[in-house]
Structure formats: structure tokens, C-alpha cells
T-cell receptor, first 113, second 116 residues
Framework: DAKTTQPNSMESNEEEPVHLPCNHS???????IHWYRQLPSQGPEYVIH???SNVNNRMASLAIAEDRKSSTLILHRATLRDAAVYYC??????????????FGQGTTLQVKP | GAVVSQHPSRVICKSGTSVKIECRSL??????MFWYRQFPKQSLMLMAT?????????EQGVEKDKFLINHASLTLSTLTVTSAHPEDSSFYIC????????????FGPGTRLTVL
């Protein structure tokens, strides 16, 4: 599975935007970029995913570089409830998809009031 | 949306006893489920893939006889930690993969196991 690299931690102020980067230089053409987050003492939850184009949903936006070797998860207005560990994960599409998600270390986001 | 539940949410047991953790898909059928383990301040580590009606597939380094997995129905997978020791204390999380053509993977809330 292709590897992702994320900063260990980031800080943000409440109500401000947050940009969480992820590098995935060995991404293959069939890999989707997925983001999950894990709040303290809970299971991970899905945030967003994309392939080539930028994506928006009610939780966040995903900006994907043109060469797909990096992506950025954007929280438009961070709240205290967004404090979590954010995981960027590559997932093969099609026959290469076993359903497994392999987690890296993720980015611990701290939101300050 | 789809929900995965786990029971119990937390368990404390004595060293040498066995503990069973249940993972249920509440409103969908899951022929496959995944079991993860997470130590404090660390990421999730995939332990095994549970397959309905057949043997589980274990990741390298995970002891099959230590972590027994049974996937008896399309909505229930169980993980039994046999002869638990303090080093087995961890947060155990199950998940169900997305349906065909979908992308969202659903995770249970986790089970906190403490072995005394």
C-alpha cells in the first residue's frame, strides 16, 4: 500500500480555517485519497474522499494537487469539537481494493478557544 | 446512516481469563469485518480480517490462537482475547467495509480492554 506522510500535530484557533496537509508521492493512478478522523476514545469516522478533483461536503473540503502527490484537508471554521487525530489514507479502487484501511500516524489537531 | 456497534464498551478482567468482544452491523450485512488494535498515543493497527462463513485472515505478527475471530452471521463478528495478559490491554475497534460502489468505511465505537 502506498504511504502517506502527515505532520504529527497542528494547532488552530477556534472559528479559523485549518489546512491539514498530506503527502503521498507514491500514489498510484487507482488510489483514492481518504480522510478519516478519530475523536478521543472513539472509533474513526469518515470525513471525505477524492480521486483527482477537489471535493466539498458538509464536514470539510479536500484539495488535491494536480500531480496527486499531495492533498490538503480544509476545515473552514474549526470548532472545539474538531479536535481529533486526522488520518490521510490511500485506498485502491477496483480489484485492488481489499476493503482494508491501513492507518498512518495521522495529525493531531488541537483547537484553541 | 450505517452503524457498527461493539459490546462491551469497556471491560476489565484478570490476567489469564478470556474476553469476548462483539461487533455488529446494525442495518446492513457485512460479509467482511476488520479488527484493529490501538495502544495509547498510537495509531490503529490492523489485526485481522473476519470473513463470514470462513476462517479469518490475520496480519503478520498477530497470533491466531491468541485472538480468536468468529464471523458467525452477516451481522456479527466476535474477537476473543484468550488468556489475556496486561500487555493485551488496548483499545479494540472493528469496522465494516463499504458496500460495492461506495467509499465510506464504518467503525465501531471501540472496546477498552484492561487486563489486571
Amino acid at each position: 500500500d502506498a504511504k502517506t506522510t502527515q505532520p504529527n500535530s497542528m494547532e488552530s484557533n477556534e472559528e479559523e480555517p485549518v489546512h491539514l496537509p498530506c503527502n503521498h508521492s507514491t500514489i498510484s493512478g487507482t488510489d483514492y485519497i481518504h480522510w478519516y478522523r478519530q475523536l478521543p476514545s472513539q472509533g474513526p469516522e469518515y470525513v471525505i474522499h477524492g480521486l483527482t478533483s477537489n471535493v466539498n461536503n458538509r464536514m470539510a473540503s479536500l484539495a488535491i494537487a494536480e500531480d496527486r502527490k499531495s492533498s490538503t484537508l480544509i476545515l473552514h471554521r474549526a470548532t472545539l469539537r474538531d479536535a481529533a487525530v486526522y488520518y490521510c489514507i490511500l485506498r485502491p479502487h477496483g480489484s485492488g481494493n481489499t476493503g482494508k484501511l491501513i492507518f498512518g500516524q495521522g495529525t493531531t489537531l488541537q483547537v484553541k478557544p | 446512516g450505517a452503524v457498527v456497534s461493539q459490546h462491551p464498551s469497556r471491560v476489565i478482567c484478570k490476567s489469564g481469563t478470556s474476553v469476548k468482544i462483539e461487533c455488529r452491523s446494525l442495518d446492513f450485512q457485512a460479509t467482511t469485518m476488520f479488527w484493529y488494535r490501538q495502544f495509547p498515543k498510537q495509531s490503529l493497527m490492523l489485526m485481522a480480517t473476519s470473513n463470514e462463513g470462513s476462517k479469518a485472515t490475520y496480519e503478520q505478527g498477530v497470533e491466531k490462537d491468541k485472538f480468536l475471530i468468529n464471523h458467525a452471521s452477516l451481522t456479527l463478528s466476535t474477537l476473543t482475547v484468550t488468556s489475556a495478559h496486561p500487555e493485551d490491554s488496548s483499545f479494540y475497534i472493528c469496522s465494516a467495509p463499504p458496500g460495492q460502489g461506495r467509499h465510506t468505511q464504518y467503525f465501531g465505537p471501540g472496546t477498552r480492554l484492561t487486563v489486571l
